[in-house]
């Protein structure tokens, strides 16, 4: 029903930054909330940001805020990831996900099994 594609992973030093897209397609009309999440070898894939596409709201992981900016582009069904400051334990596969099924409450847009639609993941690698 709605088809993900995110872009924009590479290489960078730290303390510089990066910008990731992702641009939704199919019933987009549907979806109440995306964000990105990310994941290392090893470790469970881990909440990065989020927003509510309707109202606007953002969340943020600890680990990225006060670092990393989402944000919306309601005309080209698109969101961003502006990451700022990168640090060597940024570096994952990052992964864009929507979900299509309400959920009330700030809990909803952290947890991985609230979406059901998912990226393939792009690559962000940070060197020191």
């Known amino acids: 029903q709605v088809q993900l594609v995110e872009s924009g992973g590479g290489l960078v030093q730290a303390g510089g930054s990066l910008s990731l897209s992702c641009v939704a397609s199919g019933r987009t009309f549907s979806v109440y909330r995306m964000g990105w999440f990310r994941q290392t070898p090893g470790k469970e894939r881990e909440f990065v940001a989020a927003?509510?596409?309707?109202?606007?709201?953002?969340y943020y992981g600890d680990a990225v805020k006060g670092r990393f900016t989402i944000s919306r582009d309601n005309a080209e069904n698109s969101v961003y990831l502006q990451m700022n400051s990168l640090k060597p334990e940024d570096m994952a596969v990052y992964y864009c996900?929507?979900?299509?099924?309400?959920?009330?409450?700030?809990?909803?847009?952290?947890?991985?099994?609230?979406?059901?639609?998912w990226g393939q993941g792009t690559q962000v690698t940070v060197s020191s």
């Open positions: 927003l509510s596409w309707s109202g606007g709201s953002t």
């Open positions: 996900a929507a979900a299509t099924n309400y959920c009330a409450g700030s809990g909803c847009y952290s947890r991985e099994s609230m979406y059901n639609y």
